[in-house]
Nanobody
Framework: QVQLVESGGGLVQPGGSLRLSCAAS????????MGWYRQAPGKQRELVAA???????NYADSVKGRFTISRDNAKNTVYLQMNSLKPEDTAVYYC????????WGQGTLVTVSS
């Protein structure tokens, strides 16, 4: 079983920055892909960014140039650095880990508002 624990959400003004962290524990494959998804009220959950075990990344077009995903394999932790935040980035952000099966964190709320 895998557990994912997110942290770092909160309230930030437009143009501000936040850093999300997700620590994974349990039976984790070294070849797992980790990522961040988000779900805004009334919308479907969408991929924000993902990173493979070798460090390859992909981003949603809406966050390219503003968000950076990284991981520390020794700590089984994935990070999402979010800069130049916009009100439309407001959502619950979920950590995801997948290798054969996928696991989800409980979510952390990010609110971008003045």
């Amino acid at each position: 079983q895998v557990q994912l624990v997110e942290s770092g959400g909160g309230l930030v003004q437009p143009g501000g920055s936040l850093r999300l962290s997700c620590a994974a524990s349990g039976s984790i494959s070294s070849r797992s892909t980790m990522g961040w998804y988000r779900q805004a009220p009334g919308k479907q959950r969408e991929l924000v960014a993902a990173i493979t075990s070798s460090g390859s990344t992909n981003y949603a077009d809406s966050v390219k140039g503003r968000f950076t995903i990284s991981r520390d394999n020794a700590k089984n932790t994935v990070y999402l650095q979010m800069n130049s935040l916009k009100p439309e980035d407001t959502a619950v952000y979920y950590c995801n880990l997948r290798y054969a099966v996928q696991y989800w964190g409980q979510g952390t709320l990010v609110t971008v508002s003045s």
